[in-house]
């Protein structure tokens, strides 16, 4: 929704060009240039992807988020900026695999694909966890085959993909809105079949349309919408065990460390001076004058 709204704003305000259509592929040397992105967003990914319940989509949100942060230049975020892109998948890839950890260990599911796994074992009377392991060694190996099979045949699928899904700006935005706007409502309504659910959708897009003109990191707050049940959820169990000793948490060095890095963290950003924004950037339109080779690093 909120993508919407603000290209729908750009095209009010005369300011959105349709873009040049092309591909073009990234070079092996382009990569290189971001080893230092993969590496730290592969980190991110696997550690997201070992922790129950995050998956592989707020990896991608998280490595993105920290891409931003790091980089020399965060303005070209949002514009088909190679970086971006590279941070995101890599998490996103990295995640995928860090998840089979907590399934195949502890019989946690560490995303959706992984809950849907764990409930193709009980279907099949198999017990997810360490007995799997123990029992069922055929099905594990397998399991490892069929998703390195799998990477391999994304280069296939993903390039010819690739060249059919970016014909898709080729259709006027002034008939893709409508289109997205409808199907985002049949979407929302078919899931419980309550027409609250369609108002909850169009109120959080006009809440992220003006936070992405207020300069705002969309993606942050998504993190801290979504994280904010499993964090209350285990700051209560922790109270539990500590027996509600709020300095509890400082006895641990790891606790600790965490806890003072985010208090810092907070702290800086309230006394940094916050950000206007003239005009809401766009990840899914570029901005004019960008040629095609930017269009086709545009990532999710």
Request: proline share 5%.
């Amino acid at each position: 929704m909120a993508e919407v709204f603000v290209q729908g704003e750009r095209i009010i305000t005369g300011i959105y060009r349709p873009p040049k259509i092309g591909l073009e592929f990234p070079t092996l040397l382009e990569f290189w240039r971001l080893k230092l992105a993969v590496f730290r967003s592969f980190v991110l990914g696997f550690f997201a992807g070992v922790l129950p319940g995050i998956g592989a989509t707020l990896a991608a949100f998280m490595s993105y988020n920290e891409a931003v942060r790091w980089s020399r230049h965060p303005e070209r975020f949002g514009k088909g900026e190679l970086e971006g892109v590279v941070a995101s998948e890599t998490a996103n890839n990295s995640a995928t695999g860090g998840a089979m950890i907590p399934l195949l260990a502890l019989g946690l599911p560490g995303g959706a694909l992984t809950a849907m796994m764990m409930g193709v074992f009980q279907i099949h009377g198999m017990e997810a966890g360490p007995l799997v392991i123990a029992n069922s060694k055929d099905l594990v190996w397998v399991t490892f085959v069929a998703m390195f099979v799998a990477n391999l045949c994304i280069f296939l699928l993903g390039y010819l993909e690739t060249k059919t899904t970016v014909q898709l700006l080729r259709i006027p935005f002034r008939l893709f809105a409508p289109a997205i706007l409808l199907l985002a409502t049949i979407g929302a309504y078919a899931l419980r079949n309550l027409i609250l659910d369609v108002w909850v959708m169009f109120v959080a897009g006009i809440v992220g349309y003006l936070l992405r003109r207020t300069g705002y990191s969309v993606a942050g707050i998504v993190l801290g919408v979504i994280l904010g049940d499993l964090g209350e959820a285990a700051f209560v169990k922790s109270m539990q065990i500590m027996h509600y000793d709020l300095f509890g948490f400082f006895y641990r060095p790891v606790s600790a460390t965490l806890l003072i890095a985010g208090v810092g963290t907070i702290i800086f950003n309230l006394v940094r001076p916050p950000k206007f924004t003239t005009e809401a950037a766009s990840p899914a339109i570029p901005a004019q004058g960008e040629g095609a080779h930017v269009e086709s690093r545009r990532g999710p």
